[in-house]
């Protein structure tokens, strides 16, 4: 099992930036993948990124060259670096890790607004 925390979330103008954490109970070198997933209010949860156990991204397709999903394995976190924010950017960002069962966190909210 491992227990996740995010951090980062905020009020940002459209346009700028905000970096997310994922901080890790346990050590995250062994687990398959982490990812980070949104979920607006009114919509499904869907994917914003995951980065595999051997680094390979997979970014969802209204994120692609705006974001950037990261991993620290010494410091057992995991990073979504987030720039361009569009309004429709909005909504509680959650990190997920996958071995075998998929663990999540409780979430940060990004509101994107001027």
């Known amino acids: 099992q491992v227990q996740l925390v995010e951090s980062g979330g905020g009020l940002v103008q459209p346009g700028g930036s905000l970096r997310l954490s994922c901080a890790a109970s346990r050590s995250i070198f062994s687990i398959d993948a982490m990812g980070w997933y949104r979920q607006a209010p009114g919509k499904q949860r869907e994917l914003v990124a995951v980065?595999?156990?051997?680094?390979?991204?997979t970014y969802g397709d209204s994120v692609k060259g705006r974001f950037t999903i990261s991993r620290d394995n010494a410091k057992n976190a995991v990073y979504l670096q987030m720039n361009s924010l569009k309004p429709e950017d909005t909504a509680v960002y959650y990190c997920?890790?996958?071995?075998?069962?998929?663990?999540w966190g409780q979430g940060t909210q990004v509101t994107v607004s001027s």
């Open positions: 997920k890790a996958t071995m075998g069962n998929d663990y």
């Open positions: 980065i595999s156990h051997g680094g390979a991204r």
